[in-house]
């Protein structure tokens, strides 16, 4: 069989090897064959996506359009069914929907080059087995189709949850794996721990898993476990006595039950002392709070979301972070990527934050080609959000309401550089602060806001790169 040597220009990455064990029908030979159901408006690909399958020694039906897709459902029973999201101008999660009335027996797996989270979570809410990216990668397509022979997901209910729009911008790989993670654990009240660097977006992680989570009409409070001394913060999660500290001359109810139902997120759980982990160690097991102050323990309903940028293992190791309470927060972990493990998706959040600021503003500012790409380019250190703070700059100080390059040269000096080939993101992230350090006069507050990162933060990072910060402040 011929092998298509540009593959990846419609959307299929991998070799294909027609001798798997010895030869073509090798999948009749471990048990039978799966009816595949193949709904792609390119052609190229479908065909091509039949080629792969049937050297497989499985059947296959095309159909390029949505009504097509309907007729082969009626005539012939599939196990699979393979679905474009967006099928020109027609709509691959309502056919997904009508696939599940007409064969609700029938796995589905939807593909798209355009990855969100509103439609992975809509997908799997929906009945979808699996969703998965394009360019298709033939061993992850071939490995799914096994377990689809294996075991075919049962029916699933319709979705009566409206779709909610995320905040969550992105189409790479990377991410893609973020939407899976939160559509497959949003359902279910799992702990979950969000890892990543500062500024990469882990609060809208979590408050997306709440969105699309059964309590997510309830409350939804994030609490920076940092940002507070630990008698304050423990009153405001475990609330207080009359008389159980100074200042506290009433009753307060803390956020494990005033948040009933709802999601309690953790930010920079890390952070916190051994005292203050064993407290919400108990709550999660015993889902009990007392307030301080207090011996009655008062019973609470509420799920627990956890973030960190540090590494908890190497804290564990340290003795600085409860092992139990690590493995109770971690039953499922989402690592969210750093904007440098992500850059493709640049482009597309450079667009979003600007469509942001012109809502949020009146106003209708551009950007042109050449300034998106030099955005490409550089580092951010403060992830996506020194990406937004960098767009917001520039749009307020464009004059001609289009971003260009020497809109992004004029705020260079609170922005990172163009890479270099001779420069390691460590140097290049140390230059930065100690170019931003000099132009604040060492104004550690001011240094932070315009690296577009947490004061805390730059603290931290100033220790791992080894800059000294004993300036004296203006």
Excluded at 47 to 74: M, S, Y
Excluded at 142 to 171: C, K, N, T, Y
Excluded at 362 to 377: D, N, P, T
Aim: glycine share 8%; with cysteine.
């Amino acid at each position: 069989m011929r092998v298509l040597s540009n593959c990846g220009e419609i959307g299929v990455v991998g070799p294909l090897n027609t001798a798997r064990n010895g030869c073509i029908g090798y999948q009749q030979r471990m048990g039978g064959y799966l009816t595949i159901l193949i709904v792609e408006d390119d052609r190229s690909l479908r065909e091509f996506l039949r080629t792969v399958l049937e050297t497989e020694g499985h059947v296959c039906k095309l159909a390029g359009d949505f009504q097509t897709a309907i007729t082969n459902l009626q005539q012939d029973h599939f196990d699979l069914a393979l679905i474009d999201i967006y099928l020109a101008r027609e709509n691959g999660l309502e056919l997904l929907r009508r696939v599940k009335q007409i064969q609700p027996d029938c796995a589905c797996v939807m593909m798209t080059a355009r990855a969100s989270l509103e439609t992975v979570t809509a997908s799997m809410t929906d009945g979808a087995l699996e969703y998965i990216g394009k360019p298709i990668q033939i061993p992850d397509l071939l490995s799914l189709v096994r377990r689809v022979h294996g075991s075919v997901g049962g029916p699933a209910g319709e979705s009566d949850q409206q779709q909610i729009e995320s905040a969550i911008v992105g189409q790479s790989q990377k991410m893609l794996e973020v939407y899976r993670s939160i559509a497959r654990v949003a359902p279910t009240d799992a702990t979950v721990l969000i890892t990543g660097p500062s500024g990469s977006g882990k609060e809208l992680v979590a408050r997306a898993i709440h969105q699309h989570s059964k309590r997510g009409r309830m409350p939804f409070v994030a609490i920076n476990c940092a940002a507070m001394p630990e008698t304050m913060l423990e009153s405001e999660l475990f609330g207080h006595e009359k008389g159980a500290f100074t200042g506290a001359v009433n009753v307060g109810r803390g956020v494990f039950e005033t948040s009933k139902g709802g999601t309690l997120f953790l930010d920079e759980i890390g952070e916190t002392s051994a005292g203050f982990q064993v407290k919400i160690l108990r709550a999660l097991q015993e889902k009990e709070v007392r307030r301080l102050g207090s011996s009655v323990s008062i019973a609470v309903d509420v799920r627990i979301l956890a973030a960190t940028n540090a590494n908890l293992e190497q804290l564990m190791r340290e003795k600085k972070f409860r092992e139990d309470l690590y493995y109770r927060l971690t039953v499922v972990q989402i690592a969210v990527p750093s904007l440098a493990e992500r850059g493709e998706d640049i482009p597309l959040l450079a667009r979003h934050f600007l469509q942001q600021f012109n809502r949020a503003n009146l106003r209708q500012v551009r950007i042109r080609k050449e300034a998106v790409e030099e955005l490409a380019k550089m580092e951010w250190p403060g992830n996506v959000r020194q990406l937004q703070n960098a767009i917001d700059r520039a749009a307020i100080f464009s004059t001609t309401d289009e971003i260009t390059t020497h809109d992004l040269q004029a705020i260079s000096a609170t922005e990172p550089t163009v890479k270099s080939q001779t420069e390691t993101l460590r140097d290049a992230e140390k230059q930065q602060i100690l170019r931003v350090l000099k132009d604040t006069n060492g104004n550690r507050s001011l240094a932070a806001r315009r690296l577009g990162i947490e004061r805390k933060t730059l603290y931290k990072k100033a220790r791992r790169l080894g800059i000294d910060l004993d300036i004296s402040e203006p």
